[in-house]
């Protein structure tokens, strides 16, 4: 590793990270007239730059912008990072799980498979791209917890309006340019989204079927109350209609989903558009790997030290094995860390924050004694109940190889109305729902998926060409009670990726089992969502978990082996020091002068069913907090 050292002068801010928090926050600093540098440990996930000759990179640009590619995205090896996360401490446990591994591409590893992103806009650069709104009982448990009136739901929900771009509500653009605006979207922001739905959908009979069936189906679950009939016809079935946020409602929904002419769009293009604009407020340096906050001895953070050079992180998909330059860069009003939940509790506990007896066990010294740092782990519980249809393929993947010379590429490239069907992310439509009516709050998303897919390893990508007649309901757990998971250094070295231990159900504090009750009502409730369709022929089987798991102790073993998560959240929470907490409302670190926290690490408790949206608003509050203090 090279000594040299390059100091960097000049700039305000320095953000780490440059995904929906780091991404969101130095941009709209930089637009508000402060200098800004943004460092991303990755290149450009579009193929442009040092990264551009990395295995998988003559596909990069397509992963990218095709909707219905992201499941590559999330495998190119140009752009991955190759986390491997434990769900049990229990190594006979964790085994049950076929996705565990403990080699891959020659390498040992010790885990699950968890797709991270290096590149610029973070793992927005690999997402399904789902823009759903939290729960308004989310923001505003955060702002009784702290006493912050600012974090209220009627509060966060101006945020979102300055972000979003909506352009799938047509008629109610127009009517909010008339003064009347009963959805509260977002109109003229920077983040568009859209709704695909392609027009060969409705030329599939067999996917009109499955739709029609689910809705009907879906219905009968909830009731025919003519206040539910008429929410769905006044919100049109959209998940962030705020009269539906309002009424924390159930039933089917469509996916918002954050694209531009349906190609991807997200932190990216926010960061290259401002620094295209305004370069002398907004530098970005890719392939700059955060080794360590920088402190002046009084606890004030004054830079970030960074290795430059491509694929220096042990996680890479394909790790370079030169050691980067050591370079600086300086900020004379604050550090901002925005790495995620995985990176950031990582960069905090090298530079010495963190619980004191994990910094001694790896001989760092203590600047900083945060014993919340890397605790308070969550994530969603997921699992898919996968059904072979009892056809060839879909109609809408006729031709599909999902490479760009095939006849749904060419439609989506084309462009016109809808896109085809690579124009949507592979989701048909959800079911909002509770899995007990004596739950507070909507706690089950399940998403009808075309394709196979029960979970996240190796080459799984590789399935879906492969299996065009297949329909998945992927169950997502929200609000789920599991806090004992954990994130701890594997060494020192800040090219090491740390352990991550989620400490799944039985080995969680959730005491009374209702996240796993809860699972299994999910599989429950598609099975019902499909009862039709199996007694009309078109499901040839399930496959999974398979008609011979039926009891609840059969079907909690299948959970239990089985889930996964992927949206990993909470390990450097808001909250008072002594309960573990590791920010204040303001998101600066306790203890500390001039280093706060924007990204999804900072929620005490996982807000609402996708973390995305959620990060783009608390990247814009903190935004406004850091801009009124300065």
């Not at 995904?19 to 969101?24: Q, Y």
């Not at 909830?222 to 039933?251: C, I, K, M, T, Y």
């Not at 926010?270 to 606890?299: I, M, N, S, Y």
């Not at 492969?466 to 060494?491: C, D, F, P, Q």
């Amino acid at each position: 590793m090279s000594s040299a050292t390059s100091a960097s002068a000049g700039f305000e801010y320095v953000v780490v990270g440059s995904g929906a928090g780091g991404g969101t926050l130095a941009a709209r600093l930089a637009e508000e007239g402060r200098r800004v540098m943004l460092l991303e440990a990755g290149g450009d996930p579009r193929g442009v730059g040092s990264d551009a000759g990395a295995p998988g990179a003559d596909r990069l640009p397509e992963d990218y912008d095709v909707p219905a590619f992201h499941v590559f995205a999330s495998e190119n090896p140009a752009l991955r990072w190759d986390f491997f996360v434990r769900h049990y401490d229990d190594d006979a446990r964790q085994r049950r799980d076929d996705k565990y591994r403990d080699r891959c591409d020659g390498r040992p590893v010790d885990g699950v498979y968890y797709p991270r992103a290096a590149a610029l806009g973070g793992c927005t650069a690999h997402n399904a791209m789902i823009l759903m709104y939290p729960h308004n009982a989310d923001w505003d448990a955060l702002a009784a917890a702290t006493g912050d009136p600012s974090w209220r739901a009627a509060a966060m929900r101006r945020h979102f309006v300055r972000l979003e771009r909506c352009r799938h509500r047509p008629v109610h653009r127009w009517l909010a340019r008339l003064g009347i605006d009963r959805t509260r979207h977002g109109w003229s922001g920077w983040l568009q989204t859209e709704r695909a739905v392609p027009t060969t959908a409705f030329f599939d009979g067999s996917l009109m079927r499955v739709m029609v069936s689910s809705i009907v189906a879906a219905a009968r679950e909830q009731g025919s109350r003519w206040q539910r009939l008429r929410w769905f016809l006044e919100s049109q079935a959209d998940p962030n209609d705020w009269r539906l946020v309002g009424s924390n409602a159930v039933g089917v929904r469509y996916l918002p989903l954050s694209t531009r002419g349906h190609r991807r769009t997200g932190a990216r293009e926010r960061v290259l558009d401002v620094a295209a604009r305004l370069p002398d407020r907004l530098k970005v340096e890719t392939d700059a790997l955060a080794t360590r906050v920088l402190f002046d001895g009084q606890g004030r953070a004054v830079g970030v030290e960074y290795l430059k050079g491509a694929r220096l992180y042990r996680a890479h998909a394909c790790p370079s094995g030169d050691g980067g330059e050591r370079r600086e860069a300086r900020a004379s009003r604050e550090v901002v860390l925005a790495g995620g939940a995985f990176n950031t509790p990582q960069l905090l506990m090298l530079s010495g924050v963190g619980p004191r007896e994990e910094l001694e066990r790896h001989g760092i010294a203590v600047g900083v004694e945060l014993p919340g740092v890397g605790r308070n782990l969550q994530d969603r519980y997921e699992i898919g109940v996968v059904n072979r249809m009892a056809f060839d393929n879909w109609g809408v993947l006729a031709g599909a190889r999902f490479a760009r010379d095939d006849p749904q590429y060419r439609r989506w490239s084309a462009g016109g109305r809808g896109g085809g069907v690579y124009a949507s992310n592979g989701g048909a439509l959800a079911v909002i729902a509770r899995s007990a009516p004596s739950r507070p709050l909507p706690d089950l998303a399940c998403f009808a998926l075309l394709g196979s897919f029960h979970g996240y390893f190796p080459a799984y990508s590789s399935v879906f060409p492969e299996k065009l007649n297949y329909l998945t309901w992927a169950i997502l757990k929200g609000h789920t009670r599991n806090r004992a998971g954990r994130v701890t250094l594997h060494s020192p070295d800040p090219r090491d990726p740390p352990r991550v231990a989620f400490r799944y159900f039985d080995e969680g504090d959730d005491a009374t089992g209702e996240d796993l009750d809860s699972v299994v009502e999910g599989i429950r409730l598609v099975r019902r969502l499909t009862a039709d369709l199996r007694r009309r022929g078109l499901v040839a089987c399930e496959e999974l978990p398979g008609e011979h798991v039926q009891s609840d102790e059969q079907l909690r073993d299948f959970v239990r082996d089985n889930a996964w998560g992927h949206h990993a959240s909470c390990t450097c929470a808001i909250g008072a020091r002594e309960a573990g907490g590791v920010l204040s409302s303001d998101f600066r670190v306790h203890g500390t002068r001039g280093l706060r926290v924007v990204d999804a690490s900072v929620f005490p408790h996982t807000p609402g069913f996708f973390l995305a949206g959620a990060v783009y608003m608390a990247a814009e509050k903190a935004a406004e907090v850091m801009l009124r203090e300065s």
